[in-house]
């Protein structure tokens, strides 16, 4: 069984941080394309960042470059999202997905997948 487990999000203070977590389970990363995306209620869901397993490249959409990191563990099959400097406008349920032999701004750009998890919300409020 092929699934993806997103985890880490939570109730945050303007300018604080989370670190969300993209776990893989039933296959591996490598040779891959895995993309954090995030819907806010009403809206579709938006490409957030991206990274290759293959040459470890990444794409961070404008609104959070500088503020967001992506990353990953290969030991541990898993991927990162370092959110900091968090905006109210940065709340969303954020999920990930992985599709293979795509660029990393085709990733992101994207706004449709197959399925989609049950995600993991982040809300940034004062």
């Known amino acids: 069984q092929l699934q993806l487990v997103e985890s880490g999000g939570g109730l945050v203070q303007p300018g604080g941080s989370l670190r969300l977590s993209c776990a893989a389970s039933?296959?591996?990363?490598?040779?891959?394309?895995i993309g954090w995306f995030r819907q806010a209620p009403g809206k579709e869901h938006e490409g957030v960042s991206c990274?290759?397993?293959?040459?470890?490249?990444?794409y961070y959409v404008e609104s959070v470059k500088g503020r967001f990191t992506i990353s990953r563990d290969n030991a541990k099959n898993t991927v990162y999202l370092q959110m900091n400097s968090l905006k109210p406008e940065d709340t969303a349920v954020y999920y990930c997905?992985?599709?293979?032999?795509?660029?990393?701004?085709?990733?992101?750009?994207?706004?449709?997948?197959?399925?989609w998890g049950q995600g993991t919300q982040v809300t940034v409020s004062s």
């Open positions: 990274i290759s397993s293959s040459d470890g490249s990444t």
């Open positions: 997905a992985v599709l293979r032999g795509i660029t990393v701004q085709a990733m992101c750009v994207r706004t449709t997948f197959g399925s």
């Open positions: 039933g296959f591996t990363l490598d040779y891959y394309v």
